[in-house]
């Protein structure tokens, strides 16, 4: 288990710019968000911690998945939030989307 978080871990650094879902499935009804990779939080097991650009947690649980992502694909999540956040879409499948297009 402790490896498995230390790999996981690696990925990402400190100031990375995420896509963040409370669970890893990332239902678009769930808490999700897109800010700054930092760090782990002290829960068991270790979820990420993620905050806005003035430092603030998004969520002091922290998040079961992230993914790092362009700012523009960032951008394009939060102008579509009610669109997100209305459908039964997840949303990994709506990044994949704004990733490639």
């Known amino acids: 288990m402790r490896s498995a978080l230390i790999i996981k871990t690696m990925k ?12 890893s499935d990332g239902d678009s009804k769930d808490h999700f968000c897109v800010g700054i990779f930092n760090g782990m939080t002290d829960h068991n097991p270790q ?12 969520r002091g649980n922290g998040f079961r998945r992230i993914r790092r992502c362009r700012q523009d694909v960032g951008e394009r999540i939060v102008n579509n939030l009610k669109n997100i956040e209305l459908s039964d879409r997840s949303v990994w499948s709506w990044v994949r989307q704004f990733e490639r297009s």
């Open 12 to 23: 990402f650094k400190i100031g990375d710019y995420v896509v963040a879902t409370k669970y």
């Open 47 to 58: 979820r990420f911690d993620v905050v806005d650009t003035e430092g603030k947690s998004f």
